[in-house]
C-alpha cells in the first residue's frame, strides 16, 4: 500500500501565504512526477504544479511567480509554497505521485482545503 498524506491547508486572508506538504509512505521502490492539483467547488479538478524526480518544474500560468513547487527525494516529500495567495485559488488541494511498487501506478492524497478571503 502507498498512502499520500497532505497538510499545510487552512484559512488565510488574501495576500497571505501558506505552504503544503504531502509525505508519502509504503512499499515505495522509486517515485516519478509528484504534482499538486486543485478542484474549486462546481469545477473540474486542475493541474497547479509538477516537479520530476530530477527536479523540472512546470506551472500553471496563474500561479508562476507566486507559487513554488518543491521536493525532498530522501523523504518522499513534496512541497507547495503558496504566497499571494488570491480568493480564485480557493479549493481543495490534492497531491499526485507516480509511484513505483511492482509496477508504476498512479496515487492520490485526500486533498486539504485552502480557503483564501478577501
Known amino acids: 500500500q502507498v498512502q499520500l498524506v497532505e497538510s499545510g491547508g487552512g484559512l488565510v486572508q488574501a495576500g497571505g501565504s501558506l505552504r503544503l506538504s504531502c509525505a508519502a509512505s509504503g512499499s515505495i521502490v522509486s517515485i516519478n512526477d509528484m504534482g499538486w492539483y486543485r478542484q474549486a467547488p462546481g469545477k473540474q479538478r486542475e493541474l497547479v504544479a509538477v516537479?520530476?524526480?530530477?527536479?523540472?518544474?512546470n506551472y500553471k500560468d496563474s500561479v508562476k511567480g507566486r507559487f513554488t513547487i518543491s521536493r525532498d527525494n530522501a523523504k518522499n516529500t513534496v512541497y507547495l509554497q503558496m504566497n499571494s495567495l488570491k480568493p480564485e485559488d480557493t479549493a481543495v488541494y490534492f497531491c499526485n505521485a507516480g509511484v513505483l511498487r511492482t509496477t508504476w501506478a498512479d496515487y492520490w492524497g485526500r486533498g486539504t482545503q485552502v480557503t483564501v478571503s478577501s
Open positions: 516537479i520530476t524526480r530530477g527536479g523540472s518544474t
